[in-house]
């Protein structure tokens, strides 16, 4: 069977056809269109394909996009509004946080998420709250060092 | 051939319909879709989506005890003042599912229902003695969680019960509880071994103790022989040692790529210590860091 | 002095944040067909038969080929062993014995489980320390009639035996004050990537352009040419963002079996890998090894000699990793003064999984054997394992293992800055211990070429055939033709990762692409600036001599006034072409003859040295460890871009923490990996990672890169699980003898009684 959905993707309605199994990864990676959200292991082990779901980090590879009808979805293509970097962006950037850049759209979200549920984290609260996502090229030292040099503002 | 088929539910009514007519629900998706992708299961062809229910997420106080809505996630749990301070073995659990993101969907209907044995809020639950209500088409019921699991991934529940809430009772006064479990990496683990435990102290006394272990055997279940070795006398070393060794007596433990028989036999007994002297602790008003699993590192 | 003065930003950065940076996977084509392979159902078998007639008649299914279907062309690094498409039989259980090219990935992942194989099942071998014996049967029968690399001393299933042989190693033994042995087992682990490899090729009448997430794209198009028969000037072969590759993308992979699909099926073919194959399937991996040491030392530190003696796993083929048993004996030996060594080492082959090229290839195990020995020793007797190393470490003028004679280099000062960072010595928790490590790593001295042209606004751009895999190196480029020329990094664009623009570069491999192509850029910039001096010259009539290039124009020196800007000069309408490539540095000379199998490891080019110290603490009644603090102090000769040379070490450190504790490979028994995914094959997360301090010890290195440097992408995973090896064990009271040092091991090596 298809459904008829809609996703809300950086605040553009997109009506999509999918089937009951489809995931949101998939869904808006081949029918919307949007790649930036990436594929490492499809069964919530990376974090590569992290996106924002009503303002929750959700593995997008793992979640059905039927289930995201109607909500609120957030990638790394909408992080920035306009063509200047966010804060974040520019961070992991200066901090040597991104290398392949592979996880880097995921680590992004994931970084939003967290600085949006706790402003101020510690050191120990970004390690936490960025432990779904892997990251092979930084040994996460940069990118630790972008999400506290945001935090502390 | 019709192919797979989705719904939302927008009332437990609507959720309990569909999974009459055979489709299995799905809350935070984090256990069945995940399941499906590392092709452990293929996905159910018939599906109901839960997380729409409105009324299910909330935590609620009652007489001292507390209702958990099906669709509470675990970040909803580690972060709430009640969990922390007097269902603390709850939030050690909640805290060291999977990874932040597993956290912010998963929900404890969909860890209880998913019967693993290897399932973090299962034993401090069970300890607890935390009961669920189930709706069904002929009505709702409630039980005990160690009626609820029937085996590895099996329910004594049937497949058109929609889990609707977890009751837990009033833990009684100078009531601690913990929940340890072996970690090789600090995040993003799965139980190999784990354990539970809830201690009431009265007069420097052990008054009455729940240990249960995880991932140690076909389902989580409690040790009354360990329970037993504990209660009777002050939390001392003898007595804490004989309830941790009763417990890991009772491990039928599995070897696989995680970890060997022996290990994991030895293993029980080193979690089941911490989660006894972690809620002793407790009980005895000392703040030991949220999850014990950290917190116990080395000790 | 560290060259790039203010950080320099990485030039594909604001796609990579932005996320509109497009990697292999993120491409398609109109038409776009979707391939699978049809794997090996065991390790080790005869193939009797192979019918497709099944899977051809799958509705969607425009193509399915099988070896019947491609040139019947034997490929292989130093050894020519392996087909596309298994012929006779399968040696491992990702040999590939078809490929499917359908409407959909559904459709051919349909197609490929109809494929019928009927098989004479033979027993797996994957005992690779076994395969040597007299008597164990080949996984390659008639491998000797193969084409190979005339160096390699090949017998039985041993593809490559290397020696070092120096002075008498036997009899120095029985002179020493004291001899220590020591065995140790390293598991199989892997790269272990990020981005799953992704493979897409199209045809254009007789040319095929292949996208790929190689880190080799001049390796992958030959092999493409070789194995299709076709010539390499029809193969262009461009590399979108590459996602990671850490060696495990080295080597030519899947490119041919996409292509032949794509013109089987007259439709451009997409492959994308799964997580399980990226772990399953690629003939690239890190080789579990066996280490047995024995060093004769005296009372005062001198050692006296060395045996040892190292079976390495290659797996079912070749590939390029011939070369692994020399570079192991070299570990073997390790940046140390020996007296008197006899090291021999095997690369037997095995119905595992096929070994090459990860991160420093044989590097990271070998050398957490011996310096773990080398505590041994220092035990035995009874000094500080940090002043053994102090008494024992090569300086300028020592001989290696094979009789090279070292430039200048700073071990000694890596390991005074790690005891320093660490705080080696003081007051720990009974729970807590220190441990220091040494290794290198050589640089690789190959050709390499780049082209740079100036733009009618004076900006300019360098195309190089040097691949980019996130470790920075080709954003470092920049940095050179500037200084060179007197502009802005900023002011450069690079065209890279394409076969038809490039000249040829051996890839983001043996961390040398600054050490080679940085050679080449700067060669090409000087070349430009030559042209702008004669230009600048004229228009200025200005004596050559007396100009300089500043500030994005030539000038009459010391008279700013007269000058001349490079966007005038350039805008003239004359093209402005550099091209470059440079003297190759040489390898230094060595003497011992005695050694066979030589391949051009017994001695090192601009060695890297490095010392790593780790303090960990261990939770006595699991066994886990976690590192709290790492110290990394590094000569890679000048560092060129400090910012590039940090993210190495801190994911390098991190990589070679993952293999110390939790990243293993585990076989069955047949040699199937029972763990080929990210849940049970353990890379370290974020909660993991320790604070890592880096020293850097800059070493103007003669006959090496440019300014001095030498490569700087290998080297940190080398001795990163030996000082945390060595820290366990002052905790344990005992070595633990297998690699990855688990959880369950270090407790096992708790509980069972010493010898
Ligand atoms: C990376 C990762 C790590 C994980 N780590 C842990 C861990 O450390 N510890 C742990 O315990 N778990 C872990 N899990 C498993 C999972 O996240 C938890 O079990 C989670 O609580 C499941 O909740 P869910 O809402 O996502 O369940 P779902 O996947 O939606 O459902 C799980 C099962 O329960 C059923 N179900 C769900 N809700 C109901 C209901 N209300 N009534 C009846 N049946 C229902 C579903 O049909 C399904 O069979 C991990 C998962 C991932 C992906
Ligand atoms: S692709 Fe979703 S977590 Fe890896
Ligand atoms: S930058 Fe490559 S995986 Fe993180």
Known sequence: MKYEIILTVNGVAYPVEVDAHASLLHTVRDQVGLTGSKEGCDDSECGACMMLIDGRPVNSCSYLACQADGAEIITVEGLAPGDDLTPLQSAFLAEGGVQCGFCTPGMLISATALLAANPEPTPDEIRVGLSGNLCRCTGYDGIVRAVSKVARG | MMGATYTTASSVEDAVAAMAAGARPVAGGTDLVVGARQGKKPLPQALVGIHKIPGLDGIGESDGGLVLGALVTHSALVSHPIVRGRFTGLADASAIVGSHATRANGTIGGNLMNASPAMDTGAPLLCMGATVELAGPGGRRTIGLDELWAGPGQLSASADELLVSVNIPAPSPGTGSAYVRLQYRRQMEIAVVGAAAVVTLGGGAVMDARIAITALAPTIHRVPDAEAALVGGPPDEARVDAAAAAAAAAARPIGDVRASVEYRRAMAVVMARRAIMTAVARASGQDMAIPASDSTYGS | ?755
């Not at chain 3, 390796?219 to 193969?235: C, N, Q, Y």
Request: charged share 25%.
């Open chain 3, 1 to 755: 002095m560290t060259i790039a003065e203010k950080p320099f930003i990485r030039p594909d950065g604001k796609e990579k944040v932005t996320g509109v940076g497009r990697y292999t996977a993120d491409m398609n084509l109109t038409g776009q067909l979707y391939a699978k392979f049809r794997y090996s159902d065991h390790p080790h078998a005869r193939i009797v038969r192979i019918d497709t007639s099944r899977a051809k008649a799958v509705p969607g299914v425009l193509a399915v080929l099988t070896h019947e279907d491609v040139p019947d062309v034997l490929y292989g690094g130093m050894v020519q062993d392996r087909r596309l498409f298994a012929k006779e039989k399968v040696r491992w259980e990702g040999d590939v014995i078809a490929g499917i090219a359908a409407r959909t990935a559904a459709i051919a992942e349909e197609a490929a489980a109809l494929i019928e194989v009927e098989y004479e099942v033979l027993d797996p071998l994957p005992d690779f320390a076994a395969n040597m014996d007299a008597g164990a049967s080949l996984v390659h029968e008639d491998w000797e009639t193969y084409g190979a690399d005339d160096s390699l001393d090949r017998s039985g299933n041993t593809l490559g035996h290397s020696s070092i042989v120096k002075g008498d190693a036997d009899s120095a033994m029985a002179g020493a004050d004291v001899v220590v042995k020591s065995r140790f087992v390293a598991d199989a682990s892997q790269g272990a990537p990020i981005e799953p490899r992704a493979i897409l090729a199209q045809w254009h009448g007789d040319r095929v352009t292949v996208w790929s997430s190689t880190q080799v794209p001049f390796a992958a198009r030959s092999g493409v040419a070789h194995t299709l028969d076709m010539p390499e000037s029809h193969v262009r072969v461009v590399v979108p963002l590459l996602g990671g590759g850490f060696g495990s993308k080295c080597d030519f992979h899947f490119e041919a079996h996409v292509a032949a699909l794509a013109k089987a099926a007259k439709r451009p073919v997409k492959l994308v890998f799964s997580r399980h194959e990226e772990f399953v399937a690629p003939d690239h991996r890190r080789e579990g090894m066996v280490i047995e040491l024995e060093t004769g030392a005296n009372r005062d530190g001198t050692l006296v000699s060395r045996r040892g003696t190292l079976r390495l796993d290659k797996g079912a083929y070749c590939g390029e990793g011939g070369f692994f048993a020399q570079m192991a004996a070299m570990h073997a030996c390790g940046p140390y003064k020996i007296q008197n060594i006899s090291v021999d080492s095997y690369l037997n082959y095995s119905t595992n999984q096929p070994s090459s090229s990860i991160r420093a290839p044989t590097a990271p195990q070998t050398c957490w054997a011996v310096e773990q020995h080398m505590d041994q020793v220092a035990e035995a007797i009874g000094m500080d394992p940090a002043e053994l190393r102090r008494r024992t470490l090569i300086a300028e003028g020592d001989e290696g293992p094979a009789g090279q004679i070292f430039d200048p280099i700073g071990i000694k000062e890596t390991l005074e800055a790690a005891l320093d960072m660490i705080g080696y010595g003081k007051e720990l928790p009974d729970d807590e211990a220190i441990g220091v490590a040494c290794g290198w790593w050589p640089s690789f001295g190959v050709p390499s070429g780049a082209y740079v042209k100036l733009n009618g606004d004076g900006t300019g751009t360098i195309i190089t055939g040097a691949m980019e895999s996130g470790t920075g190196a080709v954003m470092g480029l920049p940095l050179l033709a500037a200084e060179v020329l007197g502009m802005s990094p900023e002011d450069f664009s690079i065209t890279y990762q394409d076969t038809d623009a490039g000249p040829w570069d051996m890839g983001s491999s043996g961390s040398q692409t600054t050490f080679n192509n940085g050679r080449a850029v700067i060669e090409a910039a000087k070349e430009v600036r030559e042209k702008l001096l004669d230009m600048a010259a004229d228009e200025l009539e200005a004596h050559r001599d007396d100009l300089e290039l500043v500030g994005g124009a030539v000038q009459v020196k010391g008279s700013p006034g007269t000058s001349v800007t490079i966007a005038d000069l350039a805008g003239s309408g004359e093209p402005i072409l550099g091209k470059g490539s440079g003297d190759v540095p040489e390898a230094p000379e060595v003497e011992a003859s005695a050694c066979v199998g030589r391949l051009g490891m017994e001695s090192f080019l601009a060695p890297q040295l490095i010392t790593h110290a780790a303090r960990v603490k261990l939770d006595r009644s699991t066994g886990v460890v976690r590192v709290l603090e790492f110290a990394a102090a590094h000569d890679s000769g000048v560092i060129i871009n400090r910012i590039g040379a940090d993210g190495q070490v801190y994911g390098g450190v991190m990589m070679g923490i993952g293999q110390a504790l939790s990243e293993m490979t585990m076989f069955d028994q047949d040699g199937r990996q029972r763990n080929p995914g990210l849940l049970d094959y353990k890379l370290q997360t974020v909660s993991d990672a320790p604070k890592i301090d880096i020293r850097w010890i800059e070493v103007d290195t003669p006959n090496a890169g440019p300014k001095g440097s030498k490569g700087v992408g290998e080297p940190p995973s080398v001795p990163t699980s030996g000082a945390i090896g060595n820290a366990i064990a002052k905790l344990v009271g005992r070595h633990v003898d297998r690699l990855p040092m688990t959880p369950e091991r270090v407790w096992e090596t708790m509980h069972t009684e010493g010898e």
